[in-house]
C-alpha cells in the first residue's frame, strides 16, 4: 500500500476525470497532475498510489512520469522559473536574463536554492517567441523581461514567503 | 496586409466570455450548420480549401472524408493544441481570446463526422491559456451550447481539456494520441494507405486549434467565402507570427499569398536598431531556412515556398539578424531537438546528440572541414529513415544551416 493519498477534492476530480474518458488508461496525465498540484512533485509513493487508481504496475507509472519533462521527480523550491532557451528567446537575450537569476539566487538551472525558495529550470520553447525573452514563474508567462523586472518577480517571490 | 477571419474578436474586451462572444457574431453558424446533412458539411469543407495550419498544411476536408461509415463504435475529434514548434505561438491567441470560436469550430467539426466527444489536446506549460478554455467549456454546458444537446438540436457533444506534461513530440498526431491513451508519447508505424486515426481502437480525427477555429465561417459564408481570400492552391487567411529582432513581433492574420519581406517590414515593423537581414527561419524551426536574398523571393503560401526549397509549416518566423552566428543558430537548435527526440528510433534519438557533440567541438574551436561533412553525413543518415518526420525535419533545418552559411563555421576552425 502507498502512503500517498488524493485529498478528497482531488479525489473528486480524478472520479470526474474517469467519466470523460472511453477507457481509464486516459487519465494517468490528469493523475499526475493532481498529484504534482498537491506536493509539488511526483513522488515514488504517489506513483504508486496512482498505479494502483489506473490498474496499472508502478513501472508503466513511471514509465510515463519520466517521460514528460514537467513532472518533477524530486522535491523544488517553492517558486519555480522556468526560463525558456530556444531560439527566438535567444535571439532576443535569454542568456543575459539566466545569467542575472543565476547571481541573484546563486543557483545554476536545474538547482534549487538552499533556503528552498527557488527552483530555476532552462527549458525549450514555451510559445511565448513574440514576448522574448520570458520566462514561467509558478506557471505564469512573464514576458519581455527585463532585468528591473526579474528583480521586481524575485521580490515579490521573497516577500511572498 | 490583416485580412481578419479567425482573429475578428481578438481585440474585443472581455472577448472570451460567453456572452461578448455571442454579441460579436459566435454560434451565429450554428443554425445553419443543423439545417446541412454532415456529409454536405465536409463537402463544403473540401470545397473551401481548408488546409491543415499545424505544419502539414494537409487538406482539412479530405482528412476528415478518411473516417469510416458511422456504426456502434464512438467517433472522437482529437483538437491538436500541443504548440510547441519554436517560434509558433499563434493557437494560445484563440485560446486566450476567443475560446467560443474553438467551440464553435469542435460542433461544426464533431458534427461534419459524426463524433459526440472532442478532446482538446494542450500543451502542460499553457496552463492559462487551458484554464481559459475550460472555463469557455463551462460557460458552454451551463447554456446548453454543448452537452446532451447542441443548442436545442439533437446532436450531443461533449467537449474535454486534456492537459499534456510537456513533450514536443505530442504535437505529432499519433504520439498525441499515444498520450491520450495515458502513454509516453512515441509516435506510431504509419499505414500504408490513408486511413482515419484511431483513439483506443475508435476512429478519430486529429485538427490543429487553427484549423477547426477556421471552420465556422465556412459553414456559415459557404466555401466561396472562404476561397476569396488567399491563392488558388492555398486558400484563406492563416495567423502568422514573427518573432525574433524585430520591431514589432507578433500575431498577425494574413490572406496566403503576401511576400515575407513585406510582411517583415510592414507589421513585423522592420529590423530592431537598423540591423541587416541575415536569415529567417519560416514556419517554426523545422523549416530550411532562407538567406536575406531568398527571402526577398519569397511568397507565404504552400506552393511558393515549396518553390524555393522551404516550407511554410506553421507559418511562425524567426528573424536572425546580421549580429547573429549562424553556428550559435545551429547548437540552440539541436540542443531543442536533441532534449525533444522521443529516443524511439536510432537515428534520430543518437543523431540529434552527436550533431550536439560536433557543434560544440566547432563552437571551442577544434573542429575542422570534415566535422561540416560528418554533420552532412549524419543528417542523411537521420532523413527518412524513422518512425515519424522528427528526423527529416532536423535534418532539413541543420543541412541547410550548414550548406546555406559554410564560411561561418569555417571561421571557427583554428587550421
Same mark, same amino acid.
Given at each position: 500500500?502507498?502512503?500517498?493519498?488524493?485529498?478528497?477534492?482531488?479525489?473528486?476530480?480524478?472520479?470526474?476525470?474517469?467519466?470523460?474518458?472511453?477507457?481509464?488508461?486516459?487519465?494517468?496525465?490528469?493523475?499526475?497532475?493532481?498529484?504534482?498540484?498537491?506536493?509539488?512533485?511526483?513522488?515514488?509513493?504517489?506513483?504508486?498510489?496512482?498505479?494502483?487508481?489506473?490498474?496499472?504496475?508502478?513501472?508503466?507509472?513511471?514509465?510515463?512520469?519520466?517521460?514528460?519533462?514537467?513532472?518533477?521527480?524530486?522535491?523544488? $523550491?517553492?517558486? #519555480?522559473?522556468? !526560463?525558456?532557451?530556444?531560439?527566438?528567446?535567444? /535571439?532576443? %537575450?535569454?542568456?543575459?536574463?539566466? *545569467?542575472?537569476?543565476?547571481?541573484?539566487?546563486?543557483?545554476?538551472?536545474?538547482?534549487?536554492?538552499?533556503?528552498?525558495?527557488?527552483?530555476?529550470?532552462?527549458?525549450?520553447?514555451?510559445?511565448?517567441?513574440?514576448?522574448?525573452?520570458?520566462?514561467?514563474?509558478? $506557471?505564469?508567462? #512573464?514576458?519581455? !523581461?527585463?532585468?528591473?523586472?526579474?528583480?521586481? /518577480?524575485? %521580490?515579490?517571490?521573497?516577500?511572498? *514567503? | 496586409?490583416?485580412?481578419?477571419?479567425?482573429?475578428?474578436?481578438?481585440?474585443?474586451?472581455?472577448?472570451?466570455?460567453?456572452?461578448?462572444?455571442?454579441?460579436?457574431?459566435?454560434?451565429?453558424?450554428?443554425?445553419?450548420?443543423?439545417?446541412?446533412?454532415?456529409?454536405?458539411?465536409?463537402?463544403?469543407?473540401?470545397?473551401?480549401?481548408?488546409?491543415?495550419?499545424?505544419?502539414?498544411?494537409?487538406?482539412?476536408?479530405?482528412?476528415?472524408?478518411?473516417?469510416?461509415?458511422?456504426?456502434?463504435?464512438?467517433?472522437?475529434?482529437?483538437?491538436?493544441?500541443?504548440?510547441?514548434?519554436?517560434?509558433?505561438?499563434?493557437?494560445?491567441?484563440?485560446?486566450?481570446?476567443?475560446?467560443?470560436?474553438?467551440?464553435?469550430?469542435?460542433?461544426?467539426?464533431?458534427?461534419?463526422?459524426?463524433?459526440?466527444?472532442?478532446?482538446?489536446?494542450?500543451?502542460?506549460?499553457?496552463?492559462?491559456?487551458?484554464?481559459?478554455?475550460?472555463?469557455?467549456?463551462?460557460?458552454?454546458?451551463?447554456?446548453?451550447?454543448?452537452?446532451?444537446?447542441?443548442?436545442?438540436?439533437?446532436?450531443?457533444?461533449?467537449?474535454?481539456?486534456?492537459?499534456?506534461?510537456?513533450?514536443?513530440?505530442?504535437?505529432?498526431?499519433?504520439?498525441?494520441?499515444?498520450?491520450?491513451?495515458?502513454?509516453?508519447?512515441?509516435?506510431?508505424?504509419?499505414?500504408?494507405?490513408?486511413?482515419?486515426?484511431?483513439?483506443?481502437?475508435?476512429?478519430?480525427?486529429?485538427?490543429?486549434?487553427?484549423?477547426?477555429?477556421?471552420?465556422?465561417?465556412?459553414?456559415?459564408?459557404?466555401?466561396?467565402?472562404?476561397?476569396?481570400?488567399?491563392?488558388?492552391?492555398?486558400?484563406?487567411?492563416?495567423?502568422?507570427?514573427?518573432?525574433?529582432?524585430?520591431?514589432?513581433?507578433?500575431?498577425?492574420?494574413?490572406?496566403?499569398?503576401?511576400?515575407?519581406?513585406?510582411?517583415?517590414?510592414?507589421?513585423?515593423?522592420?529590423?530592431?536598431?537598423?540591423?541587416?537581414?541575415?536569415?529567417?527561419?519560416?514556419?517554426?524551426?523545422?523549416?530550411?531556412?532562407?538567406?536575406?536574398?531568398?527571402?526577398?523571393?519569397?511568397?507565404?503560401?504552400?506552393?511558393?515556398?515549396?518553390?524555393?526549397?522551404?516550407?511554410?509549416?506553421?507559418?511562425?518566423?524567426?528573424?536572425?539578424?546580421?549580429?547573429?552566428?549562424?553556428?550559435?543558430?545551429?547548437?540552440?537548435?539541436?540542443?531543442?531537438?536533441?532534449?525533444?527526440?522521443?529516443?524511439?528510433?536510432?537515428?534520430?534519438?543518437?543523431?540529434?546528440?552527436?550533431?550536439?557533440?560536433?557543434?560544440?567541438?566547432?563552437?571551442?574551436?577544434?573542429?575542422?572541414?570534415?566535422?561540416?561533412?560528418?554533420?552532412?553525413?549524419?543528417?542523411?543518415?537521420?532523413?527518412?529513415?524513422?518512425?515519424?518526420?522528427?528526423?527529416?525535419?532536423?535534418?532539413?533545418?541543420?543541412?541547410?544551416?550548414?550548406?546555406?552559411?559554410?564560411?561561418?563555421?569555417?571561421?571557427?576552425?583554428?587550421?
Amino acid at each position: 500500500m502507498s502512503t500517498f493519498k488524493f485529498t478528497p477534492e482531488n479525489e473528486a476530480k480524478f472520479q470526474e476525470y474517469i467519466t470523460r474518458y472511453p477507457v481509464i488508461d486516459s487519465v494517468m496525465l490528469p493523475a499526475l497532475w493532481l498529484v504534482q498540484e498537491q506536493e509539488n512533485w511526483v513522488s515514488p509513493e504517489a506513483m504508486i498510489y496512482v498505479a494502483e487508481k489506473l490498474g496499472k504496475t508502478p513501472i508503466q507509472v513511471y514509465e510515463v512520469a519520466t517521460f514528460y519533462t514537467m513532472f518533477n521527480l524530486k522535491p523544488i $523550491g517553492k517558486h #519555480h522559473i522556468e !526560463l525558456c532557451k530556444t531560439l527566438s528567446c535567444m /535571439l532576443c %537575450g535569454s542568456k543575459d536574463i539566466k *545569467n542575472h537569476i543565476k547571481q541573484t539566487i546563486g543557483i545554476e538551472p536545474g538547482q534549487s536554492s538552499e533556503d528552498g525558495l527557488f527552483h530555476l529550470s532552462e527549458v525549450e520553447c514555451l510559445g511565448a517567441c513574440g514576448g522574448a525573452p520570458m520566462f514561467a514563474l509558478n $506557471g505564469d508567462y #512573464h514576458e519581455n !523581461l527585463t532585468i528591473e523586472k526579474v528583480d521586481e /518577480l524575485i %521580490g515579490e517571490c521573497k516577500n511572498d *514567503n | 496586409m490583416i485580412t481578419k477571419i479567425v482573429s475578428k474578436n481578438f481585440d474585443i474586451p472581455n472577448s472570451h466570455k460567453l456572452e461578448v462572444a455571442k454579441q460579436n457574431g459566435r454560434y451565429s453558424s450554428i443554425e445553419k450548420l443543423f439545417s446541412m446533412n454532415p456529409s454536405d458539411v465536409t463537402a463544403e469543407v473540401v470545397k473551401s480549401g481548408l488546409r491543415g495550419k499545424g505544419g502539414g498544411g494537409a487538406a482539412c476536408g479530405p482528412k476528415w472524408e478518411l473516417m469510416p461509415p458511422v456504426d456502434e463504435r464512438p467517433r472522437y475529434l482529437i483538437v491538436n493544441g500541443d504548440e510547441s514548434e519554436p517560434g509558433t505561438f499563434k493557437d494560445r491567441q484563440i485560446f486566450q481570446y476567443d475560446p467560443h470560436l474553438l467551440i464553435e469550430g469542435i460542433i461544426c467539426s464533431c458534427y461534419a463526422i459524426s463524433a459526440n466527444h472532442a478532446y482538446i489536446y494542450i500543451r502542460g506549460e499553457y496552463k492559462f491559456f487551458s484554464d481559459r478554455v475550460q472555463e469557455a467549456i463551462n460557460e458552454a454546458y451551463e447554456a446548453g451550447i454543448i452537452g446532451e444537446k447542441v443548442m436545442g438540436h439533437n446532436f450531443k457533444l461533449d467537449i474535454t481539456v486534456h492537459r499534456g506534461g510537456g513533450a514536443y513530440i505530442c504535437g505529432e498526431k499519433s504520439a498525441l494520441i499515444e498520450s491520450l491513451e495515458g502513454k509516453r508519447g512515441h509516435p506510431r508505424l504509419k499505414p500504408h494507405g490513408k486511413e482515419c486515426e484511431w483513439f483506443f481502437d475508435n476512429p478519430a480525427t486529429v485538427n490543429n486549434v487553427e484549423t477547426i477555429a477556421s471552420v465556422p465561417n465556412i459553414v456559415e459564408n459557404g466555401a466561396e467565402g472562404y476561397t476569396k481570400y488567399g491563392t488558388e492552391k492555398s486558400p484563406g487567411t492563416m495567423l502568422f507570427a514573427i518573432s525574433g529582432p524585430v520591431k514589432t513581433p507578433g500575431v498577425y492574420e494574413m490572406q496566403y499569398g503576401n511576400k515575407m519581406i513585406d510582411f517583415l517590414n510592414t507589421l513585423g515593423g522592420g529590423m530592431r536598431e537598423g540591423k541587416k537581414l541575415k536569415a529567417i527561419i519560416p514556419g517554426g524551426s523545422s523549416c530550411p531556412i532562407l538567406t536575406a536574398n531568398e527571402v526577398e523571393k519569397a511568397v507565404l503560401d504552400y506552393e511558393s515556398m515549396w518553390d524555393i526549397g522551404s516550407t511554410l509549416g506553421t507559418g511562425g518566423m524567426i528573424v536572425i539578424d546580421e549580429d547573429t552566428s549562424m553556428v550559435d543558430v545551429a547548437k540552440n537548435l539541436i540542443e531543442f531537438y536533441h532534449h525533444e527526440s522521443c529516443g524511439q528510433c536510432t537515428p534520430c534519438r543518437e543523431g540529434t546528440g552527436w550533431i550536439d557533440k560536433i557543434l560544440k567541438k566547432i563552437l571551442s574551436g577544434d573542429g575542422s572541414k570534415e566535422d561540416l561533412n560528418t554533420i552532412l553525413d549524419v543528417c542523411n543518415t537521420m532523413n527518412g529513415k524513422t518512425i515519424c518526420v522528427f528526423a527529416p525535419a532536423v535534418k532539413d533545418i541543420i543541412q541547410s544551416i550548414v550548406t546555406k552559411f559554410p564560411e561561418e563555421f569555417e571561421t571557427y576552425f583554428k587550421n
